[in-house]
């Protein structure tokens, strides 16, 4: 049964590795559907946030091929449940729409969005949250013309205490300190 899941890829800032990544996912078919690449917590490591929908048995494969990719360091799969998540949506509204009805700006209120900023021609508003949402009141300010529309990719963190890595890298410098 295919669903969502987030894969967390940890490796250093090293120049093509995006491409042998995402090589994966093309020879299997497997489309990207949010794909976010930042600093982690841990000096000089990055963190690759990745949602696909597929299989559990096709995560596995997918993870263990990232794994072998030279230059990460470890790759995990999580369900939705196991994370904590947002994204960023930033919307483009003629001006004219907050002047004609109070109708907009209740909409932005009810919805947890915030006005970033206002010029005569146009406003910009901003709302975090899961896609679900986002995507929500995108739909709602259809009516008043949007005139650009983005989302952000997914920026996600493990609702487990400890970070994943942390310990597989304390593992790892102990097998090695074990082996000299």
């Not at 995006?18 to 996912?25: E, K, P």
């Not at 700006?105 to 709302?127: D, H, P, Q």
């Amino acid at each position: 049964m295919k669903k969502e899941y987030n894969i967390t890829v940890f490796s250093e800032n090293h120049i093509g590795l995006l491409s042998r990544i995402t090589l994966i996912f093309t020879r299997r078919k497997i489309n990207i559907e949010s794909l976010t690449v930042s600093e982690s917590a841990l000096p000089g490591i990055f963190k690759f946030t990745i949602v696909v929908f597929c299989s559990e048995d096709t995560i596995r494969k997918i993870v263990s091929q990232i794994e072998k990719v030279i230059d990460v360091l470890k790759a995990f799969y999580l369900t939705n449940d196991e994370m904590i998540y947002q994204e960023i949506a930033l919307y483009k509204v003629p001006t004219e729409a907050l002047y004609d009805s109070d109708q907009l700006e209740k909409m932005v209120r009810n919805s947890g969005a915030r006005i970033l900023e206002i010029t005569r021609e146009y406003t910009v508003i901003e709302k975090t949250g899961h896609k679900e949402e986002t995507q929500d009141l995108f739909e709602q300010m259809k009516q008043f013309k949007v005139m650009q529309f983005i989302r952000s990719g997914r920026v996600a963190l493990t609702r487990d205490p400890y970070e994943r890595l942390s310990e597989f890298l304390k593992e790892r410098d102990a097998l090695l300190t074990n082996l000299d």
